[in-house]
């Protein structure tokens, strides 16, 4: 059988049945309306993931100082209850507090030299020749602009990381096009040879000490001071209590098992994000990456902050243009990326408060038993 075969996506899918004597009506049906902006080889259709909204949600950033909603796709019982509970936390303590800092997207490929000499020589040539690589890069695209660059060796080995502004696509494509260019430049004026365009120092779809330290794409921080009041009534827990978990498991129990990510489930909220918004799924393991901390306040309220060193996210591009992940965009409505990072750093700030409220007053048994089964 020789899918490839079939320029249409309904006959694949129907020789597809045949084959293998099975029904797909249902994955054949969700998405007629929207071939045209899919960007899937053997198309066959869609699975669908239920959505679910929470908020609202006040943010108070560079960009952005009103409410939100947040759409969530999960298949998750009592995710997305869970983020609402967090959003009606923060918006009644006066919203949460939110920078984003654009870091660039990283393309990073290997380069093959005779040894060390040769190595410190590539690594000083390329800070020299900075502004020829900027104009090769740049010329691959009207929306790249090429930042700077990192330079690691090891043996005959030069690891180079390249940073560069994708404006509002999350940009692995043009970072690849534009790395592409400059590994061509590099061998004609240099003679040395690139063992491979991505060669792991980028570091894309991996959870890594590097883009923990250094960022990747955006960084994001949010914060917000959580009333005793509020605590009581709306989180049912007390701010000391929250502490102690939030010390106990985010730092000890991190630290105990050699994690990267010092959070209670960053990815739980990244993941139904990015399926809801159109970002490529493979990058929660990145946003998974970061540290919740907390302290208690003169009053008995509770301070809480979110560092999310490494989100790559876009507006335009990849799934984003898909009729029901645009529709999920025209819920949060925003018009720019720095906008949505914002957004997506408070959801993941409401989603923390909200589950280690939750193990702190024991109820999250209870509840996945309620809502999630």
Sequence with gaps: ??????????????????????????????????????????????????????????????????????????????????????????????????????????????????????????????????????????????HLKFKKIDTSILGKNVYVRFYFDTDFAMGMNMATLATEAIVKYIGVKTKIACLALAGNFDIDKKAAWLNFISGRGRRAWAEVVIPKSILKYVLKTDAETLNEVIQSKCWGGSMMSGSLGFNAHFANIAAAFFAATGQDLAHVVEASLGITSAEVTENKGLYVSVYLPDIMMGTVGGGTNLKTQSEAHSIVGVKTLAELSEVFAGAVLAGEISLLSSIAQQSLARVHKELGR
């Design 1 to 142: 059988m020789n899918l490839k075969a079939h320029n249409d996506f309904l006959e694949r899918a129907e020789s597809l049945e045949k084959k293998l004597n099975i029904s797909l009506v249902n994955i054949t049906q969700s998405i007629k309306d929207d071939p045209k902006n899919i960007h899937c080889e053997n198309l066959i259709g869609a699975v669908s993931i239920p959505v679910g909204v929470a908020g609202p949600l006040k943010i108070i950033g560079r960009n952005s100082k009103r409410e939100f909603f947040v759409p969530l796709a999960t298949t998750e019982g009592a995710l997305v209850a869970s983020v609402n509970r967090g959003c009606k936390a923060i918006t009644q303590s006066g919203g949460t507090t939110v920078q984003i800092e654009e870091v660039g997207v990283t393309r990073g490929p290997i380069f093959k030299v005779s040894g060390i000499n040769q190595a410190l020589w590539f690594k000083e040539w390329l800070n020299k020749n900075f502004a020829e690589l900027k104009t090769v890069a740049e010329a691959t695209s009207s």
